[in-house]
Structure formats: structure tokens, C-alpha cells
């Protein structure tokens, strides 16, 4: 009986000592260090009896060129056998607040945080996440390097910055102190001012748990794209656009982006040989007209003195419903008859009418004076003379009502404030004036120290704007004190109007042309947020 139950414990001690083991055979690379479970264990070649079951295995030629297998399975009685290439290295030490938070990079399961492990050298996405608060980071991984980054789970982290330096920024209306500053934020809603100067915007930012970016605000010119256009230029009645004449023809600007949301070009003259010199839009703002003299391919009207283009455009579509070729000395188009009609004049005072949609002719007008300046409004036509006088031209009765000696010298521009209450008159004898539109009667009048070639009122008329002939604009209070000048004009402006009460727009001719848009009588400018 002791001899039976001798045998039973030396053979119980034999199948424990053999039970569930198989060996595990590295070869290659030669002379690596070998780790099973983090632990070292050898060199290479090594061959190593291990228990069955699951291994992380790696190898190193060097503390940053290593090699990881995870998932391993040595089984009872069989040899795995390894193969490993070394990668170049670097640590990655990752830590959150709170910590506990799981590691991931794509769907590999790293680690939690606190957390550091050596990772391939180059650029990494990598996650954490904490019950249902998660973040995502970048991380550039160098070799033989620690790259160290704690992530809070509990706000979000933000760094602020601003070109030029010295600008301002309030968080929730708290003031900055220094920049470049980092901020915690609660998760939600931030609204962010900036300003410089005469230089203010605010946006609104959204931020979560777990963020953290870099915002960089840049105040930079706002130029129109690159697009020659030129004026003269008006405001539509809406004040959503302003509309210009370009090289491939005539632009409607948005004055919420400043881009051309609606461009009018002749179809028969794709390469734009010839520029439009001058435009109307209709009061209800459907329709455009833009006439063209001919000049670059006259030799095929060898037969007409004063070749000239007058198209009519559907807003709406951008198509062109009348288009034809008269042999007549065009300066000036306006509209008439609620659009129905439009109105064609010469220096000279002579012109003719022509229906909006057909493009042909209906009847010969004669103003009786030299024109200088034209300018349509509820189916009249207010026109300004050489010698100074106000002529108001009723499109109803097609008939002059009135003339007016308004100033002793040429009128240069016509222009109509926003509510249509006012008239405002530019003129060569250094005057401006404001005239009541409903009786032509002066309201208001303003000297300057030079010629005007054009002045407008604001919005809310509390301001008028004076361009000069000495390339210089003048921003008067309505009372007459001056605001500001705007001294640094690339070319003289022929037009000038309020796009609101601090932003003035400027256009010279197609001579050189150019149109800048001035805040505050500075040339504009825009903060431009960046997000990393």
C-alpha cells in the first residue's frame, strides 16, 4: 500500500512538472534583447520553455530600435517560432486628468493612464477615453525622444494668440492679460472678442470636454478677389450689394462676403476687347442695362461714327433679353416707366429710348443741355448739366418737370440716400449738396477745400462721405464737423458710397482700376481666425 501510493505522487509529480508547458524560439535579429511580459529573458537566438498561453513579445537592438508581437500563443509541446525587424523609437508618456482614462491608437488597445511605452517614430493619432468624455490627440513621436502630453477631461484646454501681439482678446469678457495664453473652459457656448484699434470682431466658439486646439486670430486687409473693377459703382436699394463695372463685365458684389455673386458680361465679346463705361440697374432691381462703346473691333462697323453695345440683363438668371449695336455718342443709361423702358443720353443731350425687352427703339429725347451726370430713381431721371443746373425728367409723362441752377459749376455725381429722402449733388465748384427729393429744395450744403467728384450719405444719413480731386475723401458729421480723412487713396476716386455707417467704399476709373473699402478711414481690415 505505501509502495502504490509512492508511486502515485511520483508519477502525479511527473505529469505536474510536464503539464501545459511548450517552448518559444527566437532567432532573428541576432544578439537582441528579449522580453516576454515586459521581462527580459535572453538574447537572441534564444529558445525558451514557456506555459501554454497568450504572450506579449519583444525584441531590442537598442533601447529605441525595438520590435513588439502581442497575442503570442506558445501550446503544450510545440516550438513558436518568432521572427522580429526592429523599428526606430521613441516614448510616448501620456497622462489625463483624471487619470484612469483608456489609451487607444485607432482600434489597439495601449494602456491607461498613466501611461508610457515606446511607439514607432513619426506622427500618431491617439485617443482617450473616460466613460463619455473623450479626447483625441497628434502626437509626433521622435526617435531615442519623450514626447510628454497630459490631456484634461475635465475642461477644455485653449491657446490663444493673435498677430499683431499686442491685441486684445476677451473670453466670456474677461480680458486677457498676456499673449499667447493658455485658458481652461468649461464645456459649451464661449464668445471670443478681438480688437486692435479701430479693428474689433467677436466670434463664438463650442467646446467640449477633452478639447484642446490652438486658436490664432490674424487682422489682415480685406481685398476684393482678383477682379479689375472699377466705377462707377452704386448700392442696390436692399443694401445687400453693391454693384460695379469689371474687366469681363458688370459685377453685383455681396457685401457680406465682398465677392461677386452675380456677373454680366456680353456673350458675343467672351475676350472683353471693349469695357463697359457705365450701368443702371431698375428700381426693382431686376433688371440691369450696361452700355459699350466700340472701339477695339470698330473695323467691322467701319460704316458707323459712334459704334456702341447696349445690352439689358435679367438679374435673376444673368442672361441677356435685349442686346443690339446703335450708331449713336452714348455716355449715360437709366431706367424708366417701371423698367419697361430705358433710357439712352448723350454728352450733348441728345439720346433716344428703348423697350427693356425687345432692345428696340421707341423715341428721340432731347434734354436741351450738355449732361454731365445721370442717375435714375421711381421712374425718374435726375440729371446733372455742365453748367451746374438739376434736371428732373419724369419717365411717366416723358417730360422735363423742372431746372434747377443747383451749383455754379459741373456736376460731377448723383447720388440718393438709403430711405430716398435726400438728393446729394458732387460738383466742381468745391461744393456738396443735400437737396430734399421731393421738392428739389437745399437742405444742406458743404465746401470743401478741392473739387468733388463724388460725395454720398450714410445709411442713417448722420454722415457724409466727400471724395476730391486731390485723391483725398473727407467724412463729415451731418452738422458739418469732419470725422476723419482718408488721406492714402491709390487713384482718385470717381464714386464713392457707405456700405454702413463706419465702412466707405471707393472706385476710381477704368483708367486705374482699382476699389478699396476704408473703416473708419482706415483701409479695411478683418480678423481671420485660425483653429488647430
Known amino acids: 500500500m505505501k509502495k502504490f501510493s509512492f508511486l502515485v505522487i511520483l508519477l502525479s509529480f511527473f505529469l505536474f512538472s510536464c503539464e501545459g508547458k511548450g517552448k518559444l524560439s527566437v532567432k532573428e535579429p541576432q544578439g537582441a534583447e528579449v522580453y516576454v511580459n515586459g521581462k527580459p529573458v535572453g538574447k537572441t537566438p534564444l529558445e525558451i520553455e514557456l506555459k501554454e498561453g497568450s504572450y506579449t513579445v519583444e525584441v531590442a ?19 513558436t517560432e518568432l521572427s522580429f525587424k526592429p523599428r526606430p523609437k521613441g516614448i510616448l508618456e501620456a497622462n489625463t486628468i483624471p487619470q484612469g482614462a483608456v489609451v487607444m491608437e485607432g482600434r489597439n488597445y495601449l494602456g491607461k493612464t498613466p501611461f508610457k511605452d ?63 495664453k493658455t485658458v481652461e473652459l468649461d464645456e459649451g457656448v464661449h464668445k471670443i472678442t478681438v480688437e486692435k484699434d479701430v479693428y474689433k470682431d467677436t466670434f463664438t466658439l463650442k467646446w467640449k470636454k477633452g478639447d484642446e486646439y490652438t486658436v490664432k486670430y490674424t487682422l489682415k486687409d480685406v481685398q476684393l478677389p482678383p477682379v479689375q473693377a472699377y466705377g462707377p459703382i452704386t448700392i ?74 447696349v445690352l439689358v440683363w435679367d438679374n435673376s438668371t444673368a442672361m441677356v433679353i435685349a442686346n443690339k449695336l446703335f ?29 427693356s425687352k425687345t432692345g428696340n427703339k421707341v423715341k428721340d429725347v432731347s434734354i436741351g443741355d450738355s449732361i454731365s451726370s445721370v442717375k435714375s430713381y421711381s421712374n425718374k431721371i435726375y440729371i446733372g448739366t455742365e453748367s451746374g443746373k438739376l434736371i428732373l425728367y419724369d419717365t411717366s409723362s416723358d417730360s422735363i418737370v ?11 455725381d448723383i447720388q440718393i440716400s438709403k430711405d430716398g429722402k435726400y438728393l446729394i449733388t458732387a460738383s466742381n465748384d468745391k461744393t456738396v449738396k443735400i437737396l430734399n427729393i421731393s421738392d ?27 471724395a476730391k480731386a486731390d485723391k483725398t475723401v473727407d467724412v463729415l458729421s451731418f452738422d458739418g464737423n469732419k470725422l476723419y480723412t482718408i488721406s492714402n487713396l491709390p487713384a482718385q476716386a470717381i464714386s464713392v458710397a457707405f456700405t454702413s455707417e463706419d465702412i466707405v467704399l471707393t472706385a476710381s476709373s477704368v483708367d486705374n482700376p482699382v476699389i478699396n473699402l476704408w473703416y473708419s478711414g482706415k483701409l479695411l481690415r478683418k480678423w481671420v481666425q485660425t483653429i488647430e
Do not use: C
Open 327 to 355: 450708331d449713336a455718342n452714348i455716355s449715360f443709361v437709366a431706367f424708366g416707366k417701371n423698367g419697361s423702358n430705358v433710357y439712352l443720353l448723350g454728352k450733348d443731350g441728345k439720346g433716344f429710348v428703348i423697350d
Open 61 to 79: 537592438t537598442s533601447e529605441f530600435d525595438r520590435d513588439r508581437q502581442t497575442g503570442v500563443w506558445v501550446y503544450y509541446d510545440k516550438t
Open 402 to 412: 423742372s431746372t434747377n441752377p443747383v451749383h455754379s459749376g459741373r456736376i460731377n
Open 440 to 466: 428739389l429744395s437745399t437742405v444742406k450744403t458743404f465746401s470743401s477745400s478741392a473739387a468733388v467728384a463724388s460725395a454720398n450719405l450714410s445709411p442713417s444719413n448722420s454722415k457724409v462721405a466727400i
Open 236 to 309: 442696390t436699394k436692399d443694401y445687400k450689394r453693391f454693384v460695379s463695372l469689371g474687366k469681363a463685365g458688370i459685377y453685383f458684389w455681396d457685401l457680406s462676403d465682398l465677392k461677386p455673386h452675380i456677373s454680366l458680361w456680353d456673350p458675343e465679346d467672351v475676350r472683353n476687347f471693349d469695357k463697359f463705361t457705365n450701368f443702371a440697374v431698375s428700381d426693382d432691381g431686376k433688371l440691369t442695362s450696361g452700355i459699350k462703346p466700340i472701339k477695339a473691333l470698330s473695323y467691322k462697323y467701319k460704316d458707323m461714327k459712334n459704334p456702341v453695345k
Open 118 to 180: 515606446y511607439l514607432d517614430v513619426g506622427k500618431h493619432l491617439i485617443v482617450f477615453k473616460l466613460g463619455n468624455v473623450g479626447a483625441s490627440r497628434k502626437v509626433v513621436i521622435e526617435y531615442g525622444k519623450t514626447t510628454s502630453l497630459t490631456v484634461n477631461l475635465e475642461k477644455a484646454v485653449i491657446h490663444f494668440d493673435a498677430n499683431p501681439s499686442d491685441t486684445t482678446i476677451y473670453v466670456d469678457n474677461k480680458k486677457l492679460d498676456s499673449l499667447p
